[in-house]
């Protein structure tokens, strides 16, 4: 709350000594989290937190953008197709440094006030996330310019990537919030986020982007943590650091179990 | 209440975990068998990965056969040496099937193996159950009509008995080929890692029908080779594969164990005949679903799958 309070003081600073109409006012932004970290523990359904923050210099037409996007992970993303009657997973196309986590809030629909190019640029929106597909793509010249990315799968790889978008989305992994960024006076802004039970564990890159006139003039990084904790960190780390020794003991778990079952009930 | 899971990533309900053990443990307790083959389908509907589904699967039916084992070791009704040479199938049907489980994993045919296997296996033995036990129903109810009893077939001598390597099983009285004892073990060792279940639907009456074995050290000796079978594949699955969850296991290890001694105590109170035409209809209404899931239209024409090992943290 302190800090809510100082940003506020902090913009309301950067007002007062606003100058007079006709000079260019420079811009910046502030921001910060109402979490830094999200730990999973054995409760663990999902977080929410806040992005909050003040834009100096902001103008009645400027839109912002909040960006979050999780840590990256290789993706093989296959299409079911029916062989003798049964659908079977075929088609496999291997998507590398796929978002785990990606999650887009702007004042209001990208398109509105947004050119295309910028969007695309910086990898905002649905429509313009990242989603590469290496070993099917290589460099062209196109249109008398090079280094054109393209894909050898042609049309069908728009089938691809919105299957990785709507399998998100469905998780709760890609949200997409046109006006989700509340501007509150003064150049304050803030917005939801919201983490789904699946969330993956590690960095994550929260980046708020003013536009101005179709493109982002500024734009300002903040990071965010997740990871496991407590109990569920231990059996993890255990788990896979010294996994012999952990099926071990879930074995001599099972057994005593099995066998104090058979004791108690033999008893009654 | 919502529990997290550490391996699986993903949270579940507390009490609906529970519950599932308790009444599968309930089922599996009055009719015998592990319970596997109804658990491992349910955990992978509730949204559990597959690949965990199976391997802490496995984990729950080390207890519920522990229990079962230690009360046939007291009563001496296993075949000891019949048990071993089964393990011995086993420990190489368990290694296969844990390395091959890998492989479809990596090649994203995991899922659709592991519902083959069981649309395959429950269709085939819930059908034969089925026939056997309306066969035995309708035999009684002609017996209490006309009070004839139908002659037993006399036993052919057939390729079982032409096999070579043949050993003496003294507790069993046989004297049989080494072949179909190995190659049951390994089949069950198999089935134990592919689909999460300790295979005594398959090894008892293969043991009954193939091997010959006298039914009262059948269950004994089934029990002591799934105990040892699926104790090796959760200790390989975790070490090889890390997908044994120990928050889930505990769950279903302790509803599964009490739902096993309510259910054994409500399975005495029903006639063998009853209980087995049930268990098939039950059997076979799981093969119904999963081969119902298999050719119809998927929700999504796309599957998505994590290529890189669990995220680093």
């Known amino acids: ?268 | 209440m919502d529990i997290y899971l550490p391996i699986a990533e993903v949270s579940v309900n507390l009490f609906l975990i529970l519950g599932l053990g308790l009444a599968v443990g309930f089922l599996s307790g009055m009719f015998g068998v592990g319970g596997g083959f109804l658990m491992t389908p349910i955990l992978i509907f509730i949204g559990i990965p597959p690949a965990v589904a199976v391997a802490t699967q496995t984990n729950q039916i080390v207890a519920s056969s522990a229990s079962g084992a230690i009360a046939h070791f007291r009563r001496k009704s296993l075949d000891l040496k019949m048990g071993l040479y089964l393990l011995a199938g086993g420990v190489v049907g368990s290694v296969g099937g844990v390395w091959l489980f890998s492989f479809l994993q990596a090649t994203g045919q995991i899922n659709l193996v592991i519902s083959l296997c069981y649309v395959g296996f429950l269709g085939i033995i819930g059908g034969l159950m089925l026939v056997e036990s309306a066969t035995a129903l309708w035999r009684r109810y002609r017996l209490g009509k006309t009070g004839i009893t139908p002659r037993p077939r006399r036993r052919r001598r057939g390729i079982m008995d032409a096999l070579p390597f043949k050993v003496r099983f003294p507790v069993s009285g046989l004297y049989i080929s080494l072949i179909p004892v190995i190659g049951i073990g390994a089949l069950v060792g198999l089935l134990a890692a592919l689909m999460g279940v300790g295979g005594g639907f398959v090894m008892v009456p293969a043991m009954i029908y193939i091997l010959r074995m006298p039914t009262s050290v059948v269950i004994g000796t089934s029990l002591f080779q799934i105990l040892f079978v699926t104790a090796l594949t959760t200790f390989l699955q975790a070490s090889q594969n890390q997908t044994v969850d120990l928050v889930l296991a505990a769950l279903l290890i302790v509803g599964g164990v009490i739902g096993a001694q309510f259910g054994a105590r409500a399975g005495q109170r029903i006639r063998a005949e009853e209980l087995r035409a049930a268990l098939a209809l039950m059997v076979l209404a799981v093969c119904l679903k999963l081969a119902f899931d298999l050719v119809s239209d998927p929700a999504d024409m796309f599957e998505l799958m994590e290529t890189t090992g669990g995220a680093a943290s």
Not at chain 1, 17 to 35: F, K
Not at chain 1, 133 to 148: C, L, Q, S, Y
């Open chain 1, 1 to 268: 709350m302190m800090r809510v309070l100082a940003l506020t003081a902090m913009a309301l600073a950067g007002t007062a000594h606003a100058a007079p109409e006709d000079e260019i006012q420079p811009v910046g932004i502030v921001a910060a989290l109402t979490q830094e970290v999200v730990e999973i523990r054995s409760n663990f359904t999902g977080a929410d937190f806040l992005v909050y923050g003040a834009v100096t210099g902001l103008e009645e037409e400027d839109d912002i953008v909040v960006v979050v996007r999780g840590p990256q992970e290789d993706l093989r993303v296959m299409r079911k197709i029916r062989t003798l009657g049964i659908w079977m997973n075929r088609a496999p196309i291997a998507f590398e440094d796929i978002y785990g986590y990606y999650a887009v809030a702007s004042t209001q629909a990208l398109s509105q006030f947004a050119t295309f190019s910028s969007l695309r640029r910086e990898g905002i929106g649905m429509e313009h996330i990242r989603l590469s597909a290496p070993d099917h793509e290589r460099e062209e010249t196109r249109f008398g310019v090079d280094g054109v990315v393209v894909t050898e799968l042609g049309a069908e790889i728009v089938d691809y990537r919105r299957a990785v978008v709507r399998n998100r989305a469905r998780e709760g992994l890609y949200v997409e919030s046109p006006g989700g960024v509340e501007i509150l006076d003064g150049g304050l802004f803030r917005a939801g986020v919201r983490l789904p039970p699946v969330t993956p564990v590690g960095e994550y890159a929260l980046d708020i982007y003013l536009f101005r006139d179709g493109v982002p003039i500024a734009s300002r990084r903040t990071t965010l943590q997740v990871r496991k904790a407590g109990f569920e960190q231990a059996i993890y780390d255990f788990a896979h650091e010294r996994a012999p020794l952990y099926g071990m003991i879930a074995v001599i778990i099972a057994l005593i179990a099995g066998w104090s079952a058979a004791e108690i009930f033999r008893r009654r």
